[in-house]
C-alpha cells in the first residue's frame, strides 16, 4: 500500500466537501436518469451516506469524483428495481408512442418506413444525421431537445431505455432489474427508439436555424 493510500485511511471522510465539489454533477446524473428531482436529491443522499460508510475501503484507488459516481449508478439501479416492483407491465403502455403513420401498413413493404407522411411534411424515413456522438455531447442545446423528447415516455420505457443506452446494461440484467421478460424489454425499447428518433430528428435535426 502506498503513502498516500495509507494517509487517506487515516483521514476523515468530509461529506460536505464532497457536496461543494461533486454535488452538482451527482445531482445531474442522477436527473438525467430518473427525471425526477426529488428521487435525484434522495439518491444523492443516499449516495453520500454510503460513501460515508464505505469510505475505509476506497483508500483512494482512483478518484474521489469516479468512485462516488460509481456508488451512485448502483443507486439508480437498485431505484429502477424498487419502482419495477410497485407497477405491473402493460404491454400496451407507450403504444401512443409508436407512431404508426410512420410505416406502410399494407403491402409488400410492411412494417418498412414510408417514404412520406404528409404531402406538406416530406420525408420521414431516417434521414443522415451529418454529426458524430462526440459533437452532440459538446451541444448542450441537444441534450435539453433530448430530454424534453424523453420525457413523454412512460416511466418503465424511459427506464428501460435508459438501463440499455445510458447504463450500458445487458438485456439479462435489464429483465432483472425491471422484472420483465426479454420479449417486454424488446417492445419497450422499439418504442422508446422510434419516438425519440422521430422527435430528436423534428426538434433538432428538422428545425430552422436561429436567425430565420
Known amino acids: 500500500m502506498s503513502e498516500a493510500q495509507q494517509a487517506l485511511q487515516h483521514k476523515s471522510p468530509d461529506p460536505s466537501v464532497w457536496v461543494d465539489q461533486y454535488g452538482d454533477y451527482l445531482y445531474k446524473y442522477a436527473m438525467f436518469r430518473l427525471r425526477d428531482s426529488s428521487a435525484a436529491e434522495d439518491i444523492v443522499q443516499e ?85 458524430s456522438p462526440a459533437a452532440l455531447l459538446e451541444k448542450n442545446e441537444f441534450w435539453l431537445v433530448f430530454e424534453s423528447c424523453l420525457s413523454p415516455l412512460p416511466e418503465r420505457i424511459a427506464s428501460a431505455f435508459t438501463l440499455r443506452e445510458v447504463e450500458g446494461l445487458t438485456s439479462e440484467e435489464i429483465c432483472d432489474v425491471l422484472s420483465i421478460s426479454v420479449n417486454n424489454l424488446w417492445v419497450m425499447l422499439h418504442r422508446a427508439r422510434t419516438h425519440l428518433r422521430y422527435c430528436i430528428e423534428l426538434n433538432w435535426f428538422r428545425r430552422e436555424p436561429a436567425g430565420r
Do not use: C
Not at 52 to 60: D, R, T
Not at 98 to 115: I, L, R
Open 47 to 131: 449516495t453520500l451516506l454510503a460513501a460515508l460508510q464505505a469510505y475505509e475501503k476506497f483508500a483512494g484507488r482512483g478518484s474521489e469524483k469516479t468512485w462516488l459516481t460509481g456508488i451512485l449508478k448502483h443507486k439508480v439501479i437498485d431505484h429502477f428495481r424498487r419502482t419495477s416492483k410497485e407497477s405491473k407491465v402493460e404491454l400496451d403502455e407507450g403504444k401512443e408512442l409508436e407512431h404508426p403513420e410512420m410505416f406502410m401498413q399494407t403491402g409488400e413493404w410492411v412494417g418498412h418506413w414510408a417514404a412520406i407522411l404528409e404531402p406538406d411534411k416530406g420525408h420521414i424515413a431516417p434521414t443522415e444525421w451529418n454529426t
